[in-house]
C-alpha cells in the first residue's frame, strides 16, 4: 500500500475513535451509553486487530491537546479492549484477560535478576489456579518474570500480547509473546518485577475466586490476595535474597501496572535513603533534603535532592513521578485533594531526615548533556548534577 494511502487510512480511524470517545462522553443516558461503547469498542477492535495501535495514540493525543473529557474514556476502552478479547475455539467463545502480580522488591545491595525454572513456573500457575481464579478457569504464565522496561509499550502491543498466550492457553500457540531485550540498570535498589499470564473462562462466566456467588460467604478480595501473598513467598523468596519484597493482588494488566507504579516510588525513595546511609555512613540526623515540582505545564515529577549537613552540594537525588491528574496540579493541599508534599515530607522523616526544604515554583526538567542524570535540587535551590564524595563506591553490592 503506498505510503500515502496508508497514513490517510490511520488518519480516518482516529478521527473515528476520536468522534464515537467523544459521543459517548455526551451521552445523556446509560441507554445511550451503551450505544456508543459497541460501536467504540468495535472501532478499537477492528484498529487493534489491524495493527494500526498508533491510530488510537494519535487519537489520545489529539483528546490530550485540546483537554477533552473524551480522553479518559479513550484510555479506559483502550485498556479493555487490548487487555481482554473474546476467542472462539471449536464452535465455543471464551473470554480472555492479560493479568498480571507484580512483586515489588527493594534492597541496599543490588537486585537480583529474580530468573524462574520451570518448576516454579508451575508452581506460581498451580498457586494462582488454587488461591485466586475461579474454578474452570484455563490459565498460562510467561516463563520469566518481566520488569518495567520489558512491558508492552503500546496498545497495540498489549493486545498482541493477550492474543498470543490466548492462543497458548487453547494449544493454538506454543511460543510465548516476544518481550523487549531491555536492560535494566544495575545500580536500581527497588524496582517491580511481573509474573504475566492470560485466563480464559468461557464467555460470561467468572474470572476470579471473589466473583462466586454459588457460596453462602464467598472469599473476599483481601482474603484472597492474603493466601496468593503467602503462597507466593514461599515459591519466590529464595531468588530474593537480601530484599525486602511486597506481593501485589493478580489483576487485569493495566490495574496491576498502576498498582505497581504506585507502590514502587515509596520503595524506591526508601532504599535510597538506606542505601545512602549505609554507603555513605550518614545518619539520616545529617541528611537534609529539597524537594522541586519539575514540568511545563504542570507538574510532571518530584525531584529530591540530598545534601549533608556540611555543605549543599547535592550528593544524591531521586524522582517521584507524577501519575495522576491530581499529582500534577499546581494547586494542591486545598481541602480533598492529593497533597505530595507531605507525602514525601512524611516519608523522609520516617527514614530519619528531619531538614526538609520545600522549593517553590515549577522548575524546568534539567538533564546533564553528557550522561542525561536528572538534576536535582540543592537547599538553595540551585538545580545541580549529584556527585557522590569520591570515597563512596556508587555500586551497590551484589549480596552473597
Known sequence: MPARSRSSSTSRTSLSLISLAEALSSSGSRVEDGWWENLLGEA???????????????????????????????????????????????????????ISAPLLAWTRYQLPAG????QHVEQLTNLLGASVLAPGARLVLLPELIRFDQL????????????????????????????????????LLADAYFLLGAVLVPHGQAL???????????????????????????IVEPLFTGCQLEYLPPEAFYTSTRQADQGIRPLTLKS????????????????????????????EEYRIGFCTRQNNDVIYGCVWPS?????????????????????????LRESGIQDIRRLPGLQAMEFCEDCGTP????????????ELPEEIDPEPVQFH
Open 375 to 386: 538534576y536535582f535540587p540543592n537547599m538553595l535551590g540551585e538545580m545541580q548534577h549529584p
Open 152 to 187: 508492552p509499550q503500546s496498545f497495540r502491543e498489549t493486545r498482541g500480547w493477550t492474543q498470543s498466550l490466548a492462543q497458548q492457553v487453547l494449544g493454538l500457540r506454543r511460543e510465548p509473546p516476544a518481550r523487549h531485550d531491555a536492560e535494566t540498570p544495575e545500580d
Open 115 to 118: 530468573r524462574l525454572t520451570p
Open 44 to 98: 478499537l477492535d477492528k484498529a487493534l486487530a489491524a495493527r494500526q495501535g498508533q491510530a488510537v495514540e494519535t487519537a489520545l493525543d489529539r483528546l490530550l491537546e485540546q483537554r477533552s473529557p473524551a480522553y479518559e474514556i479513550l484510555v479506559e476502552q483502550a485498556e479493555a479492549h487490548s487487555e481482554s478479547l473474546s476467542i472462539t475455539h471449536e464452535d465455543q467463545v471464551f473470554d480472555a484477560l492479560l
Open 272 to 299: 535510597a535513603i538506606t542505601w545512602l546511609q549505609t554507603a555513605a555512613h550518614i545518619p539520616g540526623t545529617d541528611l537534609r533534603a529539597a524537594i522541586v515540582a519539575c514540568g511545563e505545564q504542570a507538574i
Open 323 to 347: 501519575l495522576s491528574r491530581e499529582e500534577s496540579s499546581l494547586d494542591q493541599g486545598t481541602e480533598g485533594q492529593v497533597d505530595t508534599w507531605d507525602t514525601l515530607a512524611a516519608l
Open 208 to 234: 476470579f475466586q471473589w466473583q462466586s456467588s454459588g457460596q453462602d460467604q464467598p472469599p473476599t478480595r483481601a482474603s484472597v490476595t492474603a493466601q496468593w501473598a503467602q503462597g507466593c513467598a514461599r
